[in-house]
C-alpha cells in the first residue's frame, strides 16, 4: 500500500521492521512484481490483490473476482481486519506524505 501511494518513509519503515521481523528481503523486493514473483502463496496474492484495489479504487464496488478470491481466503473478523489494515496504511501514508516527512539518512 505503502509503494503505491508513493510514501517513501512508510516503506523504509515497513521494511526495516519486517527484515528486523526475519522477512526474507526477496519477497519485500518482489512486492513491486507480485503477480509474477513465485514467493507469494494464495493467500497473500488475494490480500495484495485487496491491497490494491483499496487503494487504487475504481468507482464502484471492488472488481468482483477480487473479492471472489479474498472471500476463499478470509472472513469473518479476519476479512474486517485486513480491510481496516489496508484503510489505516491509505490514511497514515496520506499523513505522512503531505507532512512531507521522509525516510531517516542511511548510516555511514
Not at 505503502?2 to 526474507?24: F, M, P, R
Not at 471472489?68 to 496504511?89: Q, S
Request: one cysteine or more.
Amino acid at each position: 500500500v505503502s509503494q503505491i501511494n508513493g510514501c517513501a518513509y512508510c516503506v523504509d519503515l515497513h521494511v526495516t521492521k519486517a527484515v528486523e521481523g526475519g522477512e526474507d528481503p526477496r519477497r519485500l523486493h518482489a512486492l513491486a512484481v507480485w503477480r509474477e514473483a513465485p514467493f507469494f502463496d494464495d493467500r497473500e496474492r488475494a490480500a495484495l490483490g485487496l491491497s490494491e484495489a483499496l487503494t487504487l479504487p475504481p468507482l464502484g464496488p471492488v472488481a468482483e473476482p477480487v473479492a471472489e478470491e479474498v472471500a476463499r481466503h478470509f472472513a469473518g473478523d479476519e476479512l474486517n481486519a485486513l480491510v481496516a489494515t489496508i484503510i489505516g496504511i491509505n490514511a497514515w501514508n496520506r499523513v505522512m506524505i503531505v507532512e512531507g516527512v521522509a525516510p531517516p539518512a542511511l548510516e555511514g
